[in-house]
């Protein structure tokens, strides 16, 4: 089994597109069931990361399955109705190596972001909570983290960080002459908005207002929350907002061309600042269209990203050529763990098969390699879901007695 993945990207795709393969929990429950029905054998686990970026689905399966995966996930997320070229795959090394970049901020938009690193690791216990993500796969995924962490200590790429939120104000300031002094509506409530906010509140600006799905009380300092409003009371906000930050997880827009016009009347067509940092996206695109109003996508983003930019670029290949050195270590502990893990479980499974004379043989003869040997060479009795055993010769007789004393005395 390895480590495996498809996915898109902001660097193979734009928003519109990546906006159409999000995935959620739900999405998450589905691809398990397909698993279950289609790959019982070939799959033995998966975890999925969706960030304004991309979406990518990590599995770990046997050799050159996730090209037959995606093609089933195409079904299933009418994938179909994007070009193939704008995804890519990737196995083993490339993927584990890819999945490092990823989590170190090094494959962002925003080279060296932060914030990814906090998505990739919510990802996880996301998928470790549903139950669709294995100890074999955590163990990739964990691995990862350690990488990430010795390359943000062994370089500067988390020096002077830039952030899709911190970038936010920048926006903000190209402009508003005083930024502080602006109305902000911040709409949705999750890590996302909470660090828009904190890095508003930072900065000095205080007028700040949050529609959010549920209410729900944000703390920012130990002497400042806001209580987010409604979204029934979005149409009215809009009216006063000189800025709205929008990062809400919806799968439609909740702002419309004809609800901007509305609001621009009441307010007597003063310019609007709409800044969309969701996937799939909160705001229409077709209102861009109105005159008075300035709308930013994530895919503007990197159009004001250019502070420290050369530095960063340095840094970013001082990271890339640490995590191409650490992940070969990391894959040589890592394949061997799986290994012995994979081994052990089939040689379970082969016992479970077997009768009772044949399973006292195995009590009585502690040569248990040699059996299990003789057994698989035995046509008649070869089954291929037993993929491990037919590499037992490589392993130590005592290991192998070892898992089998584990069975017994289990």
Not at 63 to 90: C, D, M
Not at 123 to 136: E, P, R, Y
Not at 287 to 292: G, W, Y
């Amino acid at each position: 089994m390895e480590l495996q993945l498809f996915g898109i990207n902001h660097k193979t795709s734009n928003v519109s597109e990546r906006e159409r393969f999000i995935i959620n929990e739900s999405n998450q429950f589905l691809l398990n069931t397909l698993i279950k029905d289609k790959y019982k054998n070939t799959i033995v686990s998966f975890f999925g990361l969706s960030t304004c970026n991309r979406s990518e689905i990590y599995i770990l399966g046997k050799k050159g399955v996730i090209k037959s995966f995606f093609e089933e996930a195409s079904k299933l997320f009418y994938l179909n109705e994007i070009n193939i070229s704008q995804f890519y795959f990737l196995q083993d090394e490339d993927a584990f190596i890819h999945m490092c970049k990823v989590a170190a901020g090094i494959d962002s938009q925003v080279l060296g972001e932060q914030e990814i690193f906090g998505q990739y690791k919510n990802a996880i216990a996301l998928s470790k909570s549903i139950g669709v993500m294995d100890s074999n796969l955590q163990r990739y995924a964990n691995k990862a983290i350690e990488v990430v962490r010795k390359v943000r200590t062994n370089t500067n790429i988390g020096v002077n960080p830039l952030s899709i939120s911190g970038l936010s104000l920048k926006l903000i300031k190209n402009i508003f002459e005083n930024p502080i002094n602006q109305k902000i509506l911040v709409i949705g409530a999750g890590s996302l908005a909470q660090d828009v906010i904190k890095n508003l509140y930072n900065k000095g600006v205080r007028d700040i207002r949050v529609v959010n799905r549920s209410v729900k009380e944000i703390i920012i300092s130990d002497s400042f929350g806001i209580a987010s409003s409604p979204l029934s009371t979005l149409h009215s906000e809009l009216e006063h907002a000189d800025v709205v930050i929008a990062s809400a997880i919806t799968e439609l827009p909740i702002i419309g061309k004809g609800a901007v016009e509305k609001s621009l009347f009441k307010r007597g067509n003063k310019p609007l600042l709409l800044i969309d940092l969701a996937v799939p996206r909160n705001i229409e695109e077709e209102v861009k269209d109105i005159e008075t109003i300035y709308l930013y996508t994530i895919d503007d983003i990197e159009k004001i990203t250019q502070d420290n930019l050369g530095q960063r670029r340095i840094e970013a290949e001082k990271a890339l050529n640490m995590i191409v050195r650490e992940s070969q270590n990391a894959l040589f502990e890592l394949r061997n763990i799986n290994f012995k893990s994979s081994l052990n479980r089939d040689i379970y499974n082969l016992l479970n098969s077997l009768d009772d004379g044949e399973l006292s043989r195995f009590k009585k003869d502690i040569n248990h390699k040699d059996l299990i040997m003789n057994l698989l060479s035995n046509n008649s009795f070869y089954d291929d879901s037993f993929e491990t055993l037919k590499e037992i010769n490589k392993v130590d007789k005592h290991i192998v007695s070892s898992m089998v004393k584990g069975y017994f005395d289990a």
